[in-house]
C-alpha cells in the first residue's frame, strides 16, 4: 500500500512555480522520500529524493519538513511540457525494499 | 547509454494467444523490474530480479504470467493464454544498487491489448 498522500490534480500557470505537496505521516526514520513523474505515454522518470535536508538538481528542489511528515516539489518555472502525473513515495534502501506507486497528482501546466 | 529498451511498443493479440515481452535492462545494472499499469490499479511491481534470480513474485497475477532472466542483458515477461484482462501498459524497469540515488530507470513500455 502506498504510504502517501497527494492531491488528484493540480493546475499551474506556464512560467510559474508549481508546488506539488505530499503528506507521508507514517515516515520511518530510514525513509527517503522519492519523486518521479510518467508523462503521457512514457515509463515514469526519476526526479528527486531526500532523507530530510532540501535538496535542489537541474529539474527540481524537495522541501522535506522538519518533523518528515509531509514535503513538497517545486518546479521552479514550469512549462508546457511538466504536465504529468508526479508521484511521490518513501522507501527506504533496505534489500527487497520497492517503490510502490499510488496515484499521484496530475499538474496540468496551462499556457 | 540507450536506456531501458522494451519491445514491442504494442502488441495486439487475440485471447488465447501466446504473448511475449521482452526487456533489455541498461548495462550494469543488477536488478529488473516487471510493472503493469492499468487505469483501474494505477502502477503494479508484478515481479523483480537481482542478479538474473527472481526475487519477489507475488504480484505475478496468476499461474498464466511467468518471467525469466536468462542473463543480464534479457528477460521477458510471457501470458499464456492471454485474456482481455491482461490488457494494459507492461513497464519494465532496471536499477544499480551501488547508485547513490538507487532509484529505477523505466522503459517506454508495452502497450498489450487483447482482443
Known amino acids: 500500500d502506498a504510504k502517501t498522500t497527494q492531491p488528484p490534480s493540480m493546475d499551474c500557470a506556464e512560467g510559474r512555480a508549481a508546488n506539488l505537496p505530499c503528506n507521508h505521516s507514517t515516515i520511518s526514520g530510514n525513509e527517503y522520500v522519492y519523486w518521479y513523474r510518467q508523462i503521457h505515454s512514457q515509463g515514469p522518470q526519476y526526479i528527486i529524493h531526500?532523507?530530510?535536508n532540501n535538496e535542489t538538481n537541474e529539474m527540481a528542489s524537495l522541501i522535506i519538513t522538519e518533523d518528515r511528515k509531509s514535503s513538497t516539489l517545486i518546479l521552479p518555472h514550469a512549462t508546457l511540457r511538466d504536465t504529468a502525473v508526479y508521484y511521490c513515495?518513501?522507501?527506504?534502501?533496505?534489500?527487497?525494499?520497492?517503490?510502490?506507486f499510488g496515484p499521484g497528482t496530475r499538474l496540468s501546466v496551462l499556457p | 547509454d540507450a536506456g531501458v529498451i522494451q519491445s514491442p511498443r504494442h502488441e495486439v493479440t487475440e485471447m488465447g494467444q501466446e504473448v511475449t515481452l521482452r526487456c533489455k535492462p541498461i548495462s550494469g545494472h543488477n536488478s529488473l523490474f516487471w510493472y503493469r499499469q492499468t487505469m483501474m490499479r494505477g502502477l503494479e511491481l508484478l515481479i523483480y530480479?537481482?542478479?538474473?534470480?527472481?526475487?519477489?513474485d507475488s504480484g505475478m497475477p496468476e499461474d498464466r504470467f511467468s518471467a525469466k532472466m536468462p542473463n543480464a542483458s534479457f528477460s521477458t515477461l510471457k501470458i499464456q493464454p492471454s485474456e482481455p484482462r491482461d490488457s494494459a501498459v507492461y513497464f519494465c524497469?532496471?536499477?544499480?544498487?551501488?547508485?547513490?540515488?538507487?532509484?529505477?530507470?523505466f522503459g517506454s513500455g508495452t502497450r498489450l491489448t487483447v482482443v
Open positions: 524497469a532496471s536499477s544499480n544498487p551501488g547508485q547513490g540515488y538507487y532509484g529505477y530507470t
Open positions: 530480479f537481482n542478479n538474473n534470480v527472481p526475487i519477489d
Open positions: 531526500g532523507l530530510k
Open positions: 513515495i518513501v522507501r527506504s534502501y533496505n534489500y527487497g525494499q520497492n517503490f510502490v
